[in-house]
């Protein structure tokens, strides 16, 4: 029993022994990484702070020669690329100009077509014209021609007309009586009209117009 006790205590006598260090050891690290952190921050202020001085020493010690050839560069800078800008201007410039020329020379390439068609057109409509009007005059003179030819037949007839007139008896017209209507038709004659010629018992010829008179084809009564 004694035995049991003492183990008991020596392993807790171990335990407590061994928290102890431990606890001992962890306040150890905690406190060495907070000293680093600290010697960590002060050492980037510091490097902040030299590399400042730094850039204010070098500024302090730029001559005013150093001073123009900066600027100098800077102007040279900006002068090369305004150059470059115009030239890009021009070349954009001289391009325009090509394209507006090219469709200015086919615009008036397209317009002399046009106009050469136009004058085609109308030289040929002229030819037409002039071929009709050749046509024109033909047919007025073949028109006059033929015009005279029959104003000189007409007077032919005329003078044929006026001397069968001269030759020919003067037709006589009575009133047709009921028996006038029944004499024999001669159906190789017809009046001028269109009307039947009858034969009278003498042999006379004669028609009946729509008068109701009797006319006669010759001097003898029939």
């Given at each position: ?67 123009a ?28 100009a090509t ?19 136009k ?26 021609k033929?015009d005279k ?62 008068n ?8 003898i009564?029939?």
């Amino acid at each position: 029993m004694k035995k049991n006790l003492l183990i008991v205590c020596f392993t807790l006598g171990l335990l407590v022994a061994f928290n102890g260090m431990a606890q001992d050891d962890k306040a150890s690290k905690s406190k060495a990484k907070k000293e680093m952190t600290d010697a960590d921050k002060a050492a980037k202020d510091q490097a902040k702070a030299d590399k400042k001085a730094a850039k204010e020493a070098k500024k302090d010690a730029m001559t005013d020669a150093d001073k123009a050839a900066k600027d100098q560069a800077k102007a040279d800078k900006k002068a090369a690329k305004d150059a470059a800008k115009a030239a890009k201007t021009d070349a954009k410039g001289t391009a325009d100009a090509t394209t507006d020329a090219a469709k200015k020379a086919a615009m008036d390439e397209k317009m002399a077509k046009v106009r050469a068609a136009k004058e085609a057109k109308k030289e040929g409509k002229e030819a037409v014209d002039k071929g009709a009007a050749t046509a024109d005059a033909k047919m007025d003179k073949a028109a006059k021609k033929a015009d005279k030819a029959a104003d000189n037949a007409g007077l032919k007839d005329d003078k044929m007309s006026k001397t069968a007139k001269a030759s020919t008896p003067a037709v006589k017209e009575e009133k047709a009586t009921p028996a006038d209507y029944k004499a024999p038709v001669d159906p190789s004659k017809k009046g001028p009209n269109g009307e039947k010629v009858m034969t009278g018992p003498r042999g006379g010829k004669y028609y009946i117009n729509k008068n109701g008179n009797k006319t006669y084809l010759s001097s003898i009564k029939g």
